[in-house]
C-alpha cells in the first residue's frame, strides 16, 4: 500500500459546485499535513496546511481525521480558476511525501 | 527577493552526455530538495540536503549525483544520461519540513 493516496480524477465539475477530495495516508506517526495545486505545467505551490482541528481559508476547508488517517479538502462555489492539480502532502520526521494528485476541471 | 530559481528552464541531451541543473535560493532555508515529475507518477523525490554539506538519498537516486557546498544553492548532476532521465525537475526549498517553496522546473529531454 503506497504511504500517501489519492484519487487521480478527474473530477468535472459544474462552476459553482461544491467539491470534495480525500487523501489517505497509512503512518499513523505522520505528524503534519498539507494540500498544494498545482497549475498546468507550473510548480506545486501550497494551497493550505491542515490542522487537527479543522481549518478554513475563504472556500477552501481542510479537515484531518487522525482516527481514519485521512485528509480532505472541500472547494465551496467552485470558479474555473480552480481547475488544476490538487496534492496531497504528509510529512514524518524528515521525510515528506506527495500523493500524486488529483486533476480537477471546473465546467462553465 | 527571487525565491526558489532553477537554471537552465529546458534542456536537450543526446544519450551519454552530462550536465548539472542549478537551484538557487534566498531565503536562507536548511532544506533543499530535487524531484523529478513524470506523466501518471507524480513527484518523486531524487535526493535531499538538510544542510550546507549533507545530502541524502531519495526514492529515486540511481544515475543522479548532488553537491551542496553553500547554503544556497543545491547542484543535480547527471554524469550520462539517459532517454528514462527525460523528465520535468524541480527543485524546493523549506525551513526544516514545513511548507516547501519551489522553483519553477527544467524541462529535461534525454535523445
Known amino acids: 500500500r503506497k504511504e500517501v493516496e489519492q484519487d487521480p480524477g478527474p473530477f468535472n465539475v459544474p462552476e459553482g459546485a461544491t467539491v470534495a477530495f480525500n487523501c489517505t495516508y497509512s503512518?499513523?506517526?505522520?505528524?503534519?499535513f498539507f494540500w498544494y495545486r498545482q497549475d498546468c505545467r507550473k510548480e506545486p505551490k501550497l494551497l493550505m496546511s491542515v490542522y487537527s482541528s479543522g481549518n478554513e481559508d475563504g472556500r477552501f476547508t481542510a479537515q484531518l481525521n487522525r482516527a481514519s488517517q485521512y485528509i480532505s479538502l472541500l472547494i465551496r462555489d467552485s470558479k474555473l480558476s480552480d481547475s488544476a492539480t490538487y496534492l496531497c502532502v504528509v510529512n514524518r520526521d524528515d521525510k515528506i511525501i506527495f500523493g500524486k494528485g488529483t486533476r480537477l476541471h471546473i465546467l462553465p | 527577493n527571487a525565491g526558489v530559481t532553477q537554471t537552465p528552464k529546458f534542456r536537450v541531451l543526446k544519450t551519454g552526455q552530462s550536465m548539472t541543473l542549478l537551484c538557487a535560493q534566498d531565503m536562507n532555508h536548511e532544506y533543499m530538495y530535487w524531484y523529478r515529475q513524470d506523466p501518471g507518477m507524480g513527484l518523486r523525490l531524487i535526493h535531499y540536503s538538510v544542510g550546507e554539506g549533507t545530502t541524502a538519498k531519495g526514492e529515486v537516486p540511481d544515475g543522479y549525483n548532488v553537491s551542496r557546498l553553500k547554503k544556497q544553492n543545491f547542484l543535480l548532476g547527471l554524469e550520462s544520461a539517459a532517454p528514462s532521465q527525460t523528465s520535468v525537475y524541480f527543485c524546493?526549498?523549506?525551513?526544516?519540513?514545513?511548507?516547501?517553496?519551489f522553483g519553477p522546473g527544467t524541462r529535461l529531454t534525454v535523445t
Open positions: 503512518n499513523s506517526a505522520s505528524q503534519s
Open positions: 524546493a526549498s523549506s525551513y526544516l519540513t514545513y511548507e516547501q517553496y
